[in-house]
Nanobody, 122 residues
Framework: QVQLVESGGGLVQAGGSLRLSCAAS????????MGWFRQAPGKERERVAV???????YYADSVKGRFTISRDNAKNTVYLQMNSLKPEDTAVYYC????????????????WGQGTQVTVSS
């Protein structure tokens, strides 16, 4: 069992920055691929970024060059640094852990955090 707790959300003006953190407790954090997803009202949950067990990052096209995912296995924490934020980045952001080699879709993730709200004002 893995418990995930996100923090760092808030209200920011367009062009600003936020850093989200996701602290994990439980088994073997380093053995999981970790993803950040977001869900805006009325929209499907979408994958924002993933970092594999080996540390390789992947990003949605909409956030490439603006967001950076990283992980600190010693602290059991994954981060999402968000720069140059836009109003369309407004959503609830979730972190998730995938125990298999598949991590593209939400259903491939085993554990989820409760989410943290990010609101970007124009």
């Amino acid at each position: 069992q893995v418990q995930l707790v996100e923090s760092g959300g808030g209200l920011v003006q367009a062009g600003g920055s936020l850093r989200l953190s996701c602290a994990a407790s439980g088994r073997a954090f380093s053995t999981y691929a970790m993803g950040w997803f977001r869900q805006a009202p009325g929209k499907e949950r979408e994958r924002v970024a993933v970092i594999t067990r080996s540390g390789s990052p992947y990003y949605a096209d909409s956030v490439k060059g603006r967001f950076t995912i990283s992980r600190d296995n010693a602290k059991n924490t994954v981060y999402l640094q968000m720069n140059s934020l836009k109003p369309e980045d407004t959503a609830v952001y979730y972190c998730a852990a995938a125990g298999s080699n598949k991590y593209a879709l939400p259903r491939e993730y085993d554990y989820w955090g409760q989410g943290t709200q990010v609101t970007v004002s124009s």
